[in-house]
C-alpha cells in the first residue's frame, strides 16, 4: 500500500483533476494545477540538491505556494520543515540549524531576516523566492519561484516511495525551544490524517479509500489557522486526501473568514479554540455574513471554552460541533460532540482514541476519577529529531507495549470519556495543591466582561505558587478582582481561584491561537499586578499594588 502523503494526494488528483484544490484570496487552483505546480518545483530542488532525506524549509504565511512546496518535497521522498514565520533571528537562526536545512522556500517579505541568517547557517545550498506583493530586497543567491516551476518540467516521474518516509513537524516553542517531532508518514497519516476514522477508531480499507469517498462529492473545508502548525498542516492534507476543496485565508481575520465562508460556500471550518472561536463569533453576530453552507465547525489544539461553545451552539443549531484534542507528539487522541450546557469539569472532555490510556504516578492505568498523564499507543512518532534524551523521556512502555506520553495531563470519567486538563509543565502547585490554567481560563472567560484570559503559578512565600491571571477586559468594560473572585469561587474549588491579576489591552498567543506563556511570564515578571490578595492565617484580604 501506497500510505505516504505525496501518494495519497496523488489519488485526489488522479480522480478529480478538474477540481479546484486549493483557494486563497483570489487565486483559485485545480488538482490538475496543483499536481503540475508541486511536481515543476519538486524537479527543481532534485536538480539543486534535494534528494531523498533532504530538508527543505517552508518559511511563509497560508499561500498556495505553501502548500505546493510542501507536496514537493514529499514528492522526492525528502521532508518539509515548517518555520515560523513570527520568529526573530535567533529563533529563525535555531530552526534552520537545528532541522538541517538544506533548501528554504521563503515569502519575498522575509528577505532581510534570511539575509541575516543565512551566513550562519551553512546547510542550506539553495533559496527560492516566493513574491507576496513586498518590496524587501533579496540580497543573496536565489531563484523566484515562478521561474524556478518554468524551467521544469510538470511530469510525475518519482521513484517509488515508502511509508517508512520521514514526516517531522516543529512544536510551536510554547514553554521552550521548538522541537522537531519525527514521525513515519504511515503512522502520522493513520492518527492526523485520517488513516483511521477519527470516530470509529477504523482504520481505512485502503490508499483509494479517502480519494474514492469524495469522488462524487466533495466538501469545501476552511483552514483558519495558519499551517506553520500541525492542526492546520492536517486540516489541509486530509482535505486534500479526500478530494476536497481546501479554502485559505493568508492570515487570521475574523471577517474575512466569513467573508471566505460565504463566497465559497464553505461546508467544514476548522478553527483552533477561543482564540479564534470567540472573534468569529462576534464578528458573525455584528456582520450579515451568510454561512447557511456549514454542516461542521471543528475545534483543536487549544482550548474551546464551555462558555462560548454555548454561544456557537445558539447561534449555530444545526450545525455539527467538536472538540478534538491531540499534541504533536501523539496525534489525535480524541473528540467530543459539543452539547449545551455540559458541566465544566476542567478541560474537554472527548471519547478517547482506543490507543489513548491515562497513566497514574506509577505509570499504570488509572480508574475511574483519577488524574493522570495521558498517553498513546499504536501509531507514535519515532522521537524527537537530534535529540535522544527527549526522545527517552517521551517514551513509557506499559504491558509491552510503547506509549508516548507528552506531558497532558487527563482525568479518566466514569463513562469511559476523558477530559483534558492541561500540560503539566504548565500547572500552578499551590500549597500542595495542582491548578491547571485552562481549567481556570475556561471559567474567567465565561465573565461577560472578559474576552480573554491566561493562568500561570506566580512565586509565593506561604503558598510556594499563587494561582495568577493575565486578562484582556472586553471594549469599554471593566473588570476588578473581587468581580472575578465572586464570578470564579462559584464555579471551581477555591484554591484554584486567582489571586494576583494584571489587566492587559491585548493578551499575546501564538499565530495558531494557542497561549504565548512566555509572553505572558514576561508581563508578570516586568509589570506590577493592578490588584492581588495576600493570604494571612486563612483569610484573604485585597491589596491593591503600588
Given at each position: 500500500?501506497?500510505?505516504?502523503?505525496?501518494?495519497?494526494?496523488?489519488?485526489?488528483?488522479?480522480?478529480?483533476?478538474?477540481?479546484?484544490?486549493?483557494?486563497?484570496?483570489?487565486?483559485?487552483?485545480?488538482?490538475?494545477?496543483?499536481?503540475s505546480?508541486?511536481?515543476?518545483?519538486?524537479?527543481?530542488?532534485?536538480?539543486?540538491?534535494?534528494?531523498?532525506?533532504?530538508?527543505v524549509?517552508?518559511?511563509?504565511?497560508?499561500s498556495?505556494?505553501?502548500?505546493?512546496?510542501?507536496?514537493?518535497?514529499?514528492?522526492?521522498?525528502?521532508?518539509?520543515?515548517?518555520?515560523?514565520?513570527?520568529?526573530?533571528?535567533?529563533e529563525?537562526?535555531?530552526?534552520?540549524?537545528?532541522?538541517?536545512?538544506?533548501?528554504?522556500?521563503?515569502?519575498?517579505?522575509?528577505?532581510?531576516?534570511?539575509?541575516?541568517?543565512?551566513?550562519?547557517?551553512?546547510s542550506?545550498?539553495?533559496?527560492?523566492?516566493?513574491?507576496?506583493g513586498?518590496?524587501?530586497?533579496?540580497?543573496y543567491?536565489?531563484?523566484?519561484?515562478?521561474?524556478?516551476?518554468?524551467?521544469?518540467?510538470?511530469?510525475?516521474?518519482?521513484?517509488?516511495?515508502?511509508?517508512?518516509?520521514?514526516y517531522?513537524?516543529?512544536?510551536?516553542?510554547?514553554?521552550?525551544?521548538?522541537?522537531?517531532v519525527?514521525?513515519?508518514?504511515?503512522?502520522?497519516?493513520?492518527?492526523?490524517?485520517?488513516?483511521?476514522?477519527?470516530?470509529?477508531?477504523?482504520?481505512?480499507?485502503?490508499?483509494?479509500?479517502?480519494a474514492?469517498?469524495?469522488?462524487?462529492?466533495?466538501?469545501?473545508?476552511?483552514?483558519a489557522?495558519?499551517?506553520?502548525?500541525?492542526?492546520?498542516?492536517?486540516?489541509?492534507?486530509?482535505?486534500?486526501?479526500?478530494?476536497?476543496?481546501?479554502?485559505?485565508?493568508?492570515?487570521f481575520?475574523?471577517?474575512?473568514?466569513?467573508?471566505?465562508?460565504?463566497?465559497h460556500?464553505v461546508?467544514?471550518?476548522?478553527?483552533?479554540?477561543?482564540?479564534?472561536?470567540?472573534?468569529?463569533?462576534?464578528?458573525?453576530?455584528?456582520?450579515?455574513?451568510?454561512?447557511?453552507?456549514?454542516?461542521a465547525?471543528?475545534?483543536?489544539?487549544?482550548?474551546?471554552?464551555?462558555?462560548?461553545?454555548?454561544?456557537?451552539?445558539?447561534?449555530?443549531?444545526?450545525?455539527?460541533?467538536?472538540?478534538?484534542?491531540?499534541?504533536?507528539?501523539?496525534g489525535?487522541?480524541?473528540i467530543g460532540?459539543?452539547?449545551?450546557?455540559?458541566?465544566?469539569?476542567?478541560?474537554?472532555?472527548?471519547?478517547?482514541?482506543?490507543?489513548s490510556?491515562?497513566?497514574?504516578e506509577?505509570?499504570?492505568?488509572?480508574g475511574p476519577?483519577?488524574?493522570g498523564?495521558?498517553?498513546?499507543?499504536?501509531?507514535?512518532p519515532?522521537?524527537?529529531?537530534?535529540?535522544?534524551?527527549?526522545?527517552?523521556?517521551?517514551?513509557?512502555?506499559?504491558?509491552?507495549?510503547?506509549?508516548?506520553?507528552?506531558?497532558?495531563?487527563?482525568?479518566?470519567?466514569?463513562?469511559?470519556?476523558v477530559?483534558?486538563?492541561g500540560?503539566?509543565?504548565?500547572?500552578?502547585?499551590?500549597?500542595?495543591?495542582?491548578?491547571?490554567?485552562?481549567?481556570?481560563?475556561?471559567v474567567?472567560?465565561?465573565?461577560?466582561?472578559?474576552?480573554?484570559?491566561?493562568?500561570?503559578?506566580?512565586p509565593?512565600?506561604?503558598?510556594?505558587?499563587?494561582?495568577?491571571?493575565?486578562?484582556?477586559?472586553?471594549?469599554?468594560?471593566?473588570?476588578?478582582?473581587?468581580?472575578?473572585d465572586?464570578?470564579?469561587?462559584?464555579?471551581?474549588?477555591?484554591?484554584?481561584?486567582?489571586?494576583?491579576?494584571?489587566l492587559?489591552?491585548?493578551?499575546?498567543?501564538?499565530?495558531?491561537?494557542?497561549?504565548?506563556?512566555?509572553?505572558?511570564?514576561?508581563?508578570?515578571?516586568?509589570?506590577?499586578?493592578?490588584?492581588?490578595?495576600?493570604?494571612?492565617?486563612?483569610?484573604?484580604?485585597?491589596?491593591?499594588?503600588?
Amino acid at each position: 500500500m501506497a500510505l505516504n502523503i505525496a501518494d495519497l494526494v496523488e489519488h485526489a488528483v488522479d480522480l478529480v483533476p478538474e477540481r479546484v484544490a486549493v483557494v486563497c484570496g483570489e487565486r483559485h487552483v485545480t488538482y490538475a494545477q496543483l499536481e503540475s505546480r508541486a511536481n515543476r518545483l519538486a524537479h527543481h530542488l532534485a536538480a539543486h540538491g534535494v534528494v531523498p532525506g533532504s530538508h527543505v524549509g517552508v518559511y511563509s504565511r497560508n499561500s498556495v505556494e505553501m502548500l505546493e512546496t510542501m507536496l514537493a518535497a514529499y514528492k522526492l521522498r525528502a521532508v518539509a520543515i515548517n518555520i515560523n514565520y513570527r520568529y526573530l533571528h535567533a529563533e529563525l537562526r535555531y530552526v534552520c540549524d537545528n532541522s538541517d536545512l538544506v533548501a528554504l522556500v521563503h515569502q519575498r517579505r522575509y528577505a532581510p531576516l534570511v539575509a541575516e541568517v543565512l551566513p550562519e547557517v551553512d546547510s542550506i545550498r539553495h533559496v527560492v523566492v516566493v513574491e507576496d506583493g513586498s518590496a524587501e530586497p533579496v540580497t543573496y543567491p536565489a531563484t523566484e519561484y515562478e521561474a524556478a516551476l518554468a524551467e521544469s518540467a510538470p511530469e510525475r516521474d518519482f521513484p517509488e516511495r515508502s511509508p517508512d518516509d520521514v514526516y517531522i513537524l516543529y512544536t510551536g516553542g510554547t514553554t521552550g525551544h521548538p522541537k522537531g517531532v519525527l514521525w513515519r508518514q504511515e503512522d502520522v497519516w493513520r492518527v492526523l490524517g485520517g488513516g483511521i476514522d477519527f470516530v470509529t477508531g477504523v482504520p481505512v480499507a485502503d490508499e483509494w479509500q479517502q480519494a474514492r469517498q469524495g469522488k462524487d462529492f466533495g466538501l469545501v473545508r476552511l483552514c483558519a489557522a495558519p499551517m506553520i502548525h500541525g492542526a492546520a498542516q492536517w486540516a489541509a492534507l486530509g482535505a486534500l486526501f479526500t478530494g476536497s476543496t481546501v479554502v485559505l485565508v493568508a492570515q487570521f481575520d475574523a471577517a474575512q473568514v466569513w467573508q471566505a465562508v460565504q463566497r465559497h460556500r464553505v461546508n467544514v471550518l476548522a478553527i483552533v479554540g477561543d482564540a479564534m472561536a470567540r472573534p468569529l463569533i462576534e464578528s458573525y453576530r455584528d456582520g450579515q455574513w451568510d454561512a447557511s453552507s456549514v454542516v461542521a465547525i471543528s475545534s483543536s489544539a487549544a482550548l474551546f471554552s464551555q462558555a462560548v461553545k454555548d454561544q456557537y451552539l445558539a447561534t449555530f443549531p444545526n450545525v455539527v460541533i467538536t472538540d478534538a484534542i491531540g499534541s504533536s507528539e501523539t496525534g489525535f487522541t480524541g473528540i467530543g460532540v459539543v452539547a449545551q450546557g455540559q458541566e465544566h469539569r476542567g478541560g474537554p472532555r472527548v471519547k478517547a482514541d482506543p490507543d489513548s490510556i491515562v497513566l497514574g504516578e506509577d505509570g499504570t492505568p488509572v480508574g475511574p476519577g483519577v488524574v493522570g498523564r495521558l498517553a498513546r499507543g499504536g501509531h507514535v512518532p519515532l522521537g524527537y529529531y537530534k535529540d535522544p534524551a527527549k526522545t527517552a523521556e517521551l517514551f513509557t512502555e506499559v504491558d509491552g507495549k510503547r506509549y508516548a506520553v507528552p506531558g497532558d495531563f487527563a482525568r479518566l470519567e466514569q463513562d469511559g470519556t476523558v477530559t483534558l486538563l492541561g500540560r503539566g509543565n504548565m500547572c500552578v502547585n499551590t500549597a500542595g495543591e495542582k491548578v491547571f490554567p485552562e481549567e481556570v481560563e475556561g471559567v474567567l472567560k465565561s465573565h461577560p466582561h472578559v474576552f480573554d484570559a491566561l493562568v500561570l503559578g506566580v512565586p509565593d512565600e506561604r503558598l510556594g505558587q499563587r494561582v495568577a491571571a493575565v486578562v484582556q477586559p472586553r471594549p469599554g468594560r471593566t473588570v476588578s478582582l473581587s468581580d472575578l473572585d465572586a464570578h470564579v469561587r462559584g464555579r471551581i474549588a477555591g484554591y484554584k481561584v486567582p489571586r494576583s491579576l494584571w489587566l492587559v489591552d491585548s493578551v499575546s498567543r501564538l499565530p495558531s491561537g494557542k497561549p504565548d506563556y512566555r509572553w505572558a511570564r514576561r508581563h508578570v515578571e516586568e509589570h506590577e499586578p493592578a490588584v492581588r490578595y495576600e493570604v494571612t492565617a486563612g483569610e484573604a484580604h485585597a491589596h491593591r499594588a503600588v
